[in-house]
């Protein structure tokens, strides 16, 4: 399973994952042509994350649904040494509260004027798995 987390190379390159989606690309043809299951994760609301930017996930996703045999799409979640959690500053971020109970994910926040929040990342979720039941080939 590839952690792609987003077709959108400013959000890659904002969360330092150290690839061009031009290779993550080709790695998934090439990974399909081998015959081998291909698994992929993405994940929408990331700090600052744009409506364009989703928009190139959403279209990455479209141009690979045919070549990917399972994939999950989640909503970013803060978890406690991460960088977003330990420098939330740097992401313009504002963490409201945190529990303990049922999940490692439990930080509630969202960015500087409330354009990146639960709402929005939930919103943004619900779309792509949408399009991943309307184009996928099972």
């Known amino acids: 399973?590839?952690?792609?987390?987003?077709?959108?190379?400013?959000?890659?390159?904002?969360?330092?994952?150290?690839?061009?989606?031009?290779?993550?690309?080709?790695?998934?043809?090439?990974?399909?042509?081998?015959?081998?299951?291909?698994?992929?994760?993405?994940?929408?609301?990331?700090?600052?994350?744009?409506?364009?930017?989703?928009?190139?996930?959403?279209?990455?996703?479209?141009?690979?649904?045919?070549?990917?045999?399972?994939?999950?799409?989640?909503?970013?979640?803060?978890?406690p040494m991460s960088d977003w959690r330990l420098q939330p500053e740097k992401y313009n971020i504002k963490i409201r509260s945190y529990s303990h109970k049922n999940s490692y994910y439990k930080y509630s926040w969202r960015t500087k004027y409330f354009l990146n929040n639960q709402y929005t990342r939930e919103a943004k979720r619900i779309l792509l798995e949408i399009l991943k039941k309307l184009y996928s080939r099972k």
Do not use: H, W
């Open 1 to 79: 399973c590839y952690g792609i987390e987003s077709g959108s190379q400013s959000v890659i390159d904002r969360m330092n994952k150290g690839f061009r989606v031009k290779t993550a690309q080709e790695i998934i043809i090439n990974t399909k042509k081998a015959g081998i299951g291909l698994g992929m994760t993405i994940m929408v609301g990331s700090p600052g994350e744009t409506t364009i930017d989703f928009i190139k996930t959403a279209r990455f996703i479209l141009k690979n649904i045919k070549l990917i045999d399972d994939f999950n799409i989640s909503s970013a979640g803060i978890t």
